[in-house]
């Protein structure tokens, strides 16, 4: 299927490719990479909403320009980025599974002590593209609750399906879920 859903995001119009995530049932993805104006718009959207906040943790890899962009615009000189694979320069992991839609298997994140030491006792807000099971979003909850962060706030770019009526996230626009016939079904 080559279907496509329109959306406007941050005032910006973009057409989202409909993928088969399992049989009759498929996701729009959303996809940030090089797409500048978009990341900076939302980047600009997200903040105006955020709560007062010291560090950004986003988990690998998609929303990590998106993260970024936060930083720098809010004069937040570092961010945090749990890692989706061990790096040799990583030292007193912490570790916790995630079960992602969009890969469809089991992952585990990981986060660098020297960042886990860097967020104890900060006010952390956990930015990500796209929030839709909740499954990322927990294990990131786990990973800063187990360095002793501050969870104030969980944003995303886009909720999706059931996500978007979920009280504890702040999104910026509804993503809906797909039939094969390209039809909205949640």
Do not use: W
Not at 59 to 86: Q, T
Not at 107 to 135: A, C, F, P, W
């Amino acid at each position: 299927m080559d279907k496509t859903y329109s959306i406007n995001i941050a005032g910006l119009k973009r057409e989202l490719p409909l993928c088969e995530v399992a049989p009759d049932f498929y996701i729009a993805a959303l996809v940030m990479f090089g797409d500048v104006e978009l990341t900076v718009r939302c980047a600009e959207e997200l903040l105006k909403k955020a709560p007062e906040f010291d560090v950004i943790i986003t988990p690998e890899a998609k929303s990590i320009p998106l993260a970024y962009e936060m930083a720098r615009l809010s004069n937040h000189y570092r961010y945090i980025v749990a890692r989706k694979g061990i790096k040799v320069y990583m030292r007193d992991i912490i570790a916790k599974e995630v079960m992602s839609i969009t890969t469809q298997r089991k992952q585990t994140l990981y986060l660098d002590g020297n960042d886990g030491e860097y967020m104890k006792g900060k006010r952390i807000l956990i930015v990500d593209d796209v929030i839709s099971t909740g499954e990322s979003l927990a294990s990131m909850e786990a990973l800063v609750k187990a360095v002793g962060g501050n969870i104030v706030g969980k944003m995303a770019v886009l909720a999706e399906g059931e996500a978007a009526s979920r009280d504890d996230i702040i999104f910026l626009e509804k993503l809906p879920l797909f039939n094969g016939k390209g039809e909205i079904i949640l």
